[in-house]
């Protein structure tokens, strides 16, 4: 008998191309009332004033949520210089800047040290904690918010375009590849203080979420459409859970391995098992994704994330 999925629903990653104005939390709500189900979850922020790629998990997928938090984002960023912001962005109060305005050439050589791994300082307004609060509500209030460095790497960052029709209030576009956790806008700020004026993060498109792209992203209305079509429509709009976990090797399973997982228990592989990977990828004997299982010692596989439920037992007449 085959197992079943883990409750009823959709399952698998939609990746969203999120419009301006919308929050992310707002677009899993969105999503939530199209798919008809509670069990949304998303990759990774963006601000309201961004756009770009965000992938949400549906129903089983939120259980590999976790293993894409961590993964190298990329991003489109239009810095405006000749002004700073109190947030770092264009959505707070800007202070025309003292300094000289920069030439390309300036820019340009000012991005070397701004790649690799560096200490970043956060913006203020963000939602790290201080004591338990968080930063933005903090300055918000007009208190002092002073934020610890953290380490961050840049792993590309290139400039895609020059405005200098505005010569004191230039405008580049930049393509920065980073590590999660990396601040755009804090990136902007830096590279204005380097050059010995202001600047901002004027504008925010995210192009890659790990294994992610713009190419794999759907307009809200596609999902609109499907939703009003029938739940299939929208099942095929759906990444398969699997998707982005290349990184863990794949274990054939026995039908007898399978059921062993379905019930969480420890197993000890027949074949394909290579220790020392940080997770690995179950599969059940028709290919389909089973679990997510971590090494144990004695040569076994501990379930960490299980996609089946357990066969049920037939009770005698």
């Keep these: 008998m085959a197992h079943k999925s883990l409750g009823a629903g959709l399952d698998g990653i939609l990746v969203i191309d999120k419009p301006i104005g919308p929050t992310s939390h707002d677009i899993v709500g969105l999503v939530r009332r199209l798919a008809a189900t509670k069990r949304v979850g998303h990759g990774g922020t ?31 960023a239009t810095v405006c210089f000749g002004a700073s912001s109190t947030t770092d962005d264009l959505e707070g109060e800007l202070t025309p ?33 201080v004591g338990g609060r968080r930063a933005y509500a903090m300055a918000r209030a007009g208190e002092t918010v002073t934020l ?34 990396t601040y755009v806008r804090a990136l ?8 010995g004026t202001g600047a901002y993060l004027g504008a925010l498109r995210r192009t890659e ?16 459409a499907a939703a009003a079509e029938d739940p ?12 982005g976990l290349e990184r ?17 228990q420890f197993i000890r592989p027949q074949a394909g098992f290579e220790p020392g990977a940080e997770r690995y990828r179950l ?9 997510i299982a971590i090494e144990a010692p004695g040569g076994r596989l501990a379930p960490d994330k299980v996609l089946v439920t357990p066969v049920p037992s037939v009770v005698p007449a």
């Design 188 to 195: 902007a700020r830096d590279l204005g203080e380097r050059l």
């Design 248 to 264: 863990f090797p794949d274990v054939q399973l026995s039908s007898d391995e399978i059921e062993a997982v379905a019930r969480g």
């Design 283 to 291: 599969r059940a004997p028709d290919g389909a994704l089973a679990a």
């Design 46 to 76: 963006l601000d309201p004033f961004a756009s770009g790629v965000l992938p949400l998990f549906l129903g089983r997928g939120t259980r590999v949520v976790e293993f894409h938090m961590g993964d190298r984002k990329r991003y489109r």
């Design 148 to 181: 610890a460095e953290r380490q961050v790497t840049i792993h590309a960052l290139e400039l895609l375009s020059w405005d200098d029709a505005d010569a004191q209030r230039p405008i580049a576009v930049l393509d920065v590849a980073c590590s999660a956790g």
């Design 232 to 243: 299939a429509a929208v099942a095929r709009l759906l990444l398969p859970i699997a998707t």
């Design 209 to 224: 979420a790990g294994p992610f792209a713009e190419t794999d992203a759907l307009p809200l209305d596609a999902v609109r």
């Design 97 to 129: 800047s003292s300094g000289a305005p920069p030439s390309r050439a300036d820019v340009e050589g000012a991005l070397p040290g701004l790649t690799g791994t560096i200490s970043q300082r956060p913006p203020a307004y963000s939602a790290i904690k």
